[in-house]
T-cell receptor, first 109, second 114 residues
Framework: KNEVEQSPQNLTAQEGEFITINCSYS?????LHWLQQHPGGGIVSLFM???GKKKHGRLIATINIQEKHSSLHITASHPRDSAVYIC???????????FGTGTRLAVRP | DAGVIQSPRHEVTEMGQEVTLRCKPI?????LFWYRQTMMRGLELLIY????????DSGMPEDRFSAKMPNASFSTLKIQPSEPRDSAVYFC????????????FGQGTRLTVV
């Protein structure tokens, strides 16, 4: 089973700060997912990436397959970015996900 | 498409009662997943279906839990009898079922067993 570790577990930032959340996993994969869970509870898929970097608005995700590591960056953070960010990796058949414990982000105005 | 639809959004029930959670996946998606989220254990896969067939139910905690997918547009997760430790948020997700495709989550059902 793939072990997925995220850091930090909790993060508080001031509005406008650059934020980085890290994810490491133990078994090689073909793709990694970043998810966002808002205080209301719903889960939204942010990125699925298998190499390099992806960007969507102020969010940037990078992955290094060789080092088994991914980062999620948020530029110019805003209070509405406050959420739990979860990374997840698929099993060997590429479908069911194993989740990290999540990073709880609070952005203060 | 309205996305993955789960019902009910909230359920409060007494210990020993039967609970049924429902999920409608996105049309055209071949894989459906049931996850449970608790403070202690985070998100865990309970069971997943591909083309309506259960593929992996190793995450189902006990025989009290059962899941069905009678057709491509509907799945249920049933707990009978329910216990307080089953209190959690249960998520349903669906995907195209091909390798490394994005999963779309429902809003979840918050279950409280008292």
């Amino acid at each position: 089973k793939n072990e997925v570790e995220q850091s930090p577990q909790n993060l508080t930032a001031q509005e406008g700060e650059f934020i980085t959340i890290n994810c490491s996993y133990s078994v090689g994969i073909s793709a990694l997912h970043w998810l966002q869970q808002h205080p209301g509870g719903g889960i939204v898929s942010l990125f699925m990436l298998s190499s390099g970097k992806k960007k969507h608005g102020r969010l940037i995700a990078t992955i290094n397959i060789q080092e088994k590591h991914s980062s999620l960056h948020i530029t110019a953070s805003h209070p509405r970015d406050s959420a739990v960010y979860i990374c997840a990796v698929p099993g060997s058949s590429g479908d069911k996900l194993t989740f990290g414990t999540g990073t709880r982000l609070a952005v203060r105005p | 498409d309205a996305g993955v639809i789960q019902s009910p959004r909230h359920e409060v029930t007494e210990m020993g009662q039967e609970v049924t959670l429902r999920c409608k996946p996105i049309s055209g998606h071949n894989s459906l997943f049931w996850y449970r989220q608790t403070m202690m254990r985070g998100l865990e896969l309970l069971i997943y279906f591909n083309n309506n067939v259960p593929i992996d139910d190793s995450g189902m905690p006990e025989d009290r839990f059962s899941a069905k997918m009678p057709n491509a547009s509907f799945s249920t997760l049933k707990i009978q009898p329910s216990e307080p430790r089953d209190s959690a948020v249960y998520f349903c997700a669906s995907s195209l079922g091909r390798r490394d495709t994005e999963a779309f989550f429902g809003q979840g059902t918050r279950l409280t067993v008292v």
